[in-house]
């Protein structure tokens, strides 16, 4: 009996729960801040108030993140701008697969990402897609996968491959999935979903917080760089509608 | 000093053609015994012999008689040369079945003459050839000391004309009257001749002969053309049984792809593509190319790609061989693997596109790049190879979308609303973009649009057709 224990307490998707959840007064703030996975793993968001909220105090490098939205994903991209800014320094791919259109490559360039480094991948059919993102994660050629997965149904077992992908690989992995996946079982450690500019909806994350929502505050945008959701106070001419008829 | 080392196959004719020591096998040209295996050597089957002698010996034991085949010969040292252009650049075959190895250059590389000889040793047998050694100053006589006692032919502490003294002159047989002459007036070991004086044996043996003994004496220099590897690679593997299922091509285009890339390291080349042969039962050859991004020699990314290759592919009937050619080889190039950072990228950068080139075609991946170009859809480059030299972009004065639909769509409109997705609303603009007046005039208004579920569009209108289209989304 306790060798089947040990046999699933050894594997490394198996999550465990630490004891300093349930002893507030007992670890140190500082030993909280650290991931079992190896010190405080995390890539920083570039978001202080979301980070402060994730359990690796950032962004998981050794597992998939589930973004769940409808349409194009509401700030979604403007999300990552901050971690991808970080991983260009890194020299490896930024793969886009199966992305819904072209990244705006100046816009990339002004906020300091490589744009050299990206790598849009077009699979014709739902293997191909996956291959590919699995390919992707388990090279270690990839300092980021951003993965559009579509309105396809995958099955537990298909997205459990792209995460032990993501495990063994040292890659920001993000899947793009419809909000109505948020009903199925994931095995993401982080699932995110965006409703709303500037706000994220934390799902599900492994032995950290849940269902909050975490607002990304306006002060904390680098100045001067183009922004992806903030608009400009003064409205449009209300003139301008009229023209068009 | 140069040193030489001889490998003599003495056993080439037979080990060429059948390695078999379970029965007695002979091979034979012109009716006489050329080369024998062990099995018939303990039968008294000696070479020069006549076929008749050897049924006379065998007395009904199993006997496999062969036809001497030369060209197989040569193709196998081919092979060895090959194989042993790995230890030495400066190597040439010699008299059908040796090699000569020139390896004072080299001693070094392997720490000393021991450490080449365990490797010469452990690659001949590994080959399952048997070989004769000799270790020389000159490659005459590191040849001629193949044939004496082991201890004798590799103790290259002794002076050469003391080690050269009891061979037999029987040896020289590319002189056969001057030795005939010799052996007449009584001299019958090499040491006998060494002591003449070059002048005299000169004047009865011709200036060929004496030519020859100061070759190997190192009097006078000896030069042949050095081996040169070929241009092209080639090489087979046959299954001798009908293969049906893909997985079974795996060994075998393992051992094709590990042989080929010790050819190409040893070679210092590298190539872009290889070809595979898929040789039917029926005879017909399907080819199979495989691509890579990047020149390299390493094989277990030619594995991989090739397994990517092989799964998709559709095996019409029975294979029987495989077959790989590689006709394009360049000049090896560095590869660029982070140094500072090994634990982080294990591998090139270009596999990783080898791969998904491999299995979703070349127009599949696509790079982006900027381009200093006014309007929006211009100033995005997308091509599947390597978009142009970038030039600095200025940061956008304005909002800019995160995702640019490679063409503008038509938005459907009524007299008072807009719609994609849902009615929008036009929330920031107008910005105006005017650009390319010399060819086709453009004239925008780009506005920021958002929609009820409050995503935002970069939408514009068309100041000369007076349409509204759709061009990006804020995401």
């Known amino acids: ?245 | 000093m140069s040193l030489w080392l001889c490998l003599r196959f003495g056993q080439l004719p037979l080990q060429c053609l059948n390695r078999s020591e379970e029965q007695a096998v002979v091979v034979l040209a012109r009716q006489r015994v050329v080369c024998a295996n062990d099995h018939a050597a303990a039968l008294g089957i000696r070479a020069g012999m006549g076929t008749a002698t050897v049924h006379a010996l065998a007395n009904n034991e199993p006997l496999q008689l062969l036809e001497r085949d030369e060209s197989a010969e040569q193709r196998c040292l081919q092979q060895l040369c090959c194989w042993a252009y790995g230890i030495t650049p400066s190597l040439f075959s010699w008299h059908q079945d040796c090699l000569q190895l020139e390896i004072g250059g080299c001693l070094n590389l392997f720490q000393g003459l021991d450490g080449l000889l365990t490797r010469v040793r452990s690659g001949i047998s590994s080959r399952g050839y048997s070989v004769e050694y000799g270790l020389a100053p000159t490659p005459k006589a590191a040849w001629l000391l193949s044939f004496a006692p082991a201890d004798t032919a590799l103790d290259i502490t002794r002076p050469l004309a003391e080690r050269l003294a009891p061979l037999p002159l029987g040896l020289l047989d590319t002189f056969p009257t001057a030795v005939d002459s010799l052996r007449r007036a009584g001299l019958h070991t090499l040491g006998d001749i060494l002591a003449l004086p070059t002048a005299a044996l000169g004047r009865r043996c011709g200036r060929e002969f004496t030519c020859f003994l100061q070759q190997l004496l190192g009097q006078q220099e000896d030069r042949q053309a050095d081996y040169q590897p070929p241009k092209t690679f080639r090489d087979e593997y046959w299954f001798g049984y009908e293969v049906k299922a893909n997985a079974e091509l795996l060994p075998a285009m393992q051992l094709l792809l590990q042989s080929l890339c010790t050819f190409l390291r040893s070679t210092q080349l590298q190539t872009t593509e290889i070809c595979w042969q898929l040789i039917g039962i029926d005879r017909t050859v399907r080819e199979v190319s495989v691509r890579s991004a990047s020149s390299h020699s390493d094989w277990k990314n030619w594995h991989q790609l090739t397994s990517i290759c092989f799964e998709q592919l559709q095996l019409a009937g029975g294979v029987e061989g495989l077959a790989l050619n590689c006709g394009n080889l360049r000049p090896g190039q560095p590869e660029n693997t982070d140094l500072f950072n090994p634990g982080r990228q294990r591998e090139p950068l270009a596999h990783l596109l080898d791969r998904l080139r491999s299995r979703l075609g070349l127009q599949a991946i696509e790079k982006v790049g900027c381009r200093d170009e006014h309007l929006p859809e211009f100033a995005v480059h997308v091509s599947s190879d390597r978009p142009g030299g970038e030039p600095p972009c200025g940061p956008p004065c304005a909002q800019r979308p995160f995702w640019l639909m490679p063409q503008p769509r038509v938005l459907r409109q009524t007299r008072q609303h807009l719609y994609w997705n849902g009615a929008l609303t036009l929330l920031h603009g107008p910005e105006r973009i005017e650009d390319n007046w010399w060819q086709e005039a453009v004239s925008r208004d780009y506005y920021i649009a958002g929609d009820p579920n409050g995503q935002h569009y970069w939408v514009f209108r068309d100041r000369l057709s007076r349409k509204w289209y759709i061009h990006g989304v804020f995401a």
Request: charged fraction near 20%; proline fraction near 7%; charge should be negative.
């Open chain 1, 1 to 245: 009996m306790n060798e089947v224990l040990e046999q699933i307490i050894n594997r490394n998707d198996t999550w465990r729960g630490r004891h300093r959840r349930f002893h507030h007064h007992e670890p140190s703030a500082n030993s909280e801040r650290h991931s079992p996975h190896g010190g405080g793993a995390g890539l920083a968001t570039g978001y202080g108030s979301l980070d402060a909220q994730l359990d690796q105090g950032g962004w998981p490098l050794d597992s998939t993140i589930e973004l769940l939205s409808d349409s194009n994903g509401l700030g979604a991209m403007g999300l990552f701008l901050p971690a991808m800014e970080r991983l260009s320094e890194q020299g490896r791919w930024q793969a886009f697969i199966a992305p819904p259109y072209i990244p705006y490559a100046p816009l990339l360039a002004a906020r300091g990402i490589d744009t050299g480094q990206v790598l849009l991948v077009h699979p014709k059919n739902r293997q191909d897609l996956l291959w590919s993102t699995e390919q992707a994660l388990r090279s270690s050629t990839c300092s980021a996968v951003f993965s559009w997965l579509g309105t396809h149904n995958y099955s537990y077992s298909e997205l459990r491959k792209l995460q032990l992908a993501a495990t063994n690989g040292d890659s920001l992995a993000v899947l793009f999935r419809p909000t109505v996946a948020a009903d199925n079982h994931a095995p993401a450690s982080l699932r995110l979903q965006m409703r709303e500019y500037r706000r994220v909806h934390i799902l599900k994350q492994r032995g950290g917080n849940q269902h909050i929502d975490v607002d990304l505050p306006q002060a904390e945008d680098v100045p001067g760089q183009p922004q992806l959701w903030e608009l400009p106070t003064c409205p449009p001419p209300a003139a301008a509608l009229g023209s068009a008829g």
